[in-house]
């Protein structure tokens, strides 16, 4: 692989501007995972899909850290993690094991993010899940679903079954023992679901440590409430938060737009 501080060149002037936007936004959504601390060094992933008839998208260089990546170190592959450019990078195929099930399942899946936060695996491997103990999990439960554990994710068997268990409009999912997934029709979309999950696991770790017999759930009125005031889904929040984030990498982590 090549030594990450000779990145490649911009690809701004040689790819279309739908690939270039991509880039920009999946890159930013790698360098946010790393400014709030829930990276796993080189392991997980963010995909992206390339706007066009093709399914083409765009993944991280194997080996790069989530503070390094710009939007010109991104590496374009097909839907079976064949690479389709020029590049000194390369990637690993298993990491888009995942990623691949729900981008050919859901046409509305044009990003996709997968965590290893200490907080999501803590929830993940807790046999009730997310419980309703903040307005952060009651605005993230309905779009939830959960997928058990089955071992690191080689076995391309699995894809049908996690699919099956996402479903057609969840956009949020609990991997069991293993961590957290969110999809968006939009960068910013994506980031908004799961900052809101992982901010719920966290709140849910906390509430919990001061024992399970102690916690307050909200009322099922409540509860209900919320559910309805959230019919139209996080999207709209995140569309208005996400220059905000932009703003905040630029200020952070500068240079993921090169």
């Known amino acids: 692989m090549a030594d990450g501080s000779t990145l490649p060149s ?8 739908e690939e270039w936007k991509a880039r920009v936004d999946l890159a930013a959504l790698y360098r946010l995972v790393a400014l709030h601390g829930w990276d796993d060094m080189i392991f997980t992933h963010i995909s992206a899909r390339i706007p066009g008839p093709e399914h083409h998208f765009l993944i991280n260089p194997y080996g790069m850290f989530f503070d390094e990546i ?3 170190s991104l590496v374009k592959i097909d839907l079976d993690g064949k690479v389709l450019q020029e590049t ?3 990637i690993n195929p298993a990491g888009f094991t995942i990623h691949s099930a729900v981008h050919a399942a859901r046409e509305d899946a044009l990003f996709v993010m997968h965590l290893h936060s200490d907080q999501g ?3 993940s491997a807790q046999k009730e899940g997310v419980l309703p103990l903040s307005q952060h999990a009651l605005i993230v439960l309905p779009q939830l679903a959960y997928h058990d554990y089955e071992g690191i994710a080689l076995n391309l068997d699995e894809r049908e079954r996690l699919v099956a268990d996402l479903g057609p409009t969840k956009r949020l999912m609990m991997l069991r023992n293993h ?3 969110a999809v968006g029709s939009t960068a910013a979309e994506c980031w908004i679901g799961m900052f809101y999950l992982e901010r719920a696991c966290q709140q849910q770790v906390m509430a919990l440590s001061g024992g399970r017999e102690n916690v307050l759930f909200a009322p099922e009125a409540a509860q209900a409430e919320v559910r309805s005031q959230m019919g139209n889904g996080l999207g709209p929040i995140g569309n208005l938060a996400w220059p905000g984030c932009l703003r905040q990498l630029d200020r952070g982590s500068p240079g993921y737009d090169a």
């Open 10 to 17: 911009s690809l701004k002037d040689k790819v279309s501007a």
């Open 70 to 72: 710009t939007a010109s």
């Open 88 to 90: 000194p990078f390369y």
């Open 121 to 123: 695996v803590a929830v």
């Open 179 to 181: 961590g957290t997934l």
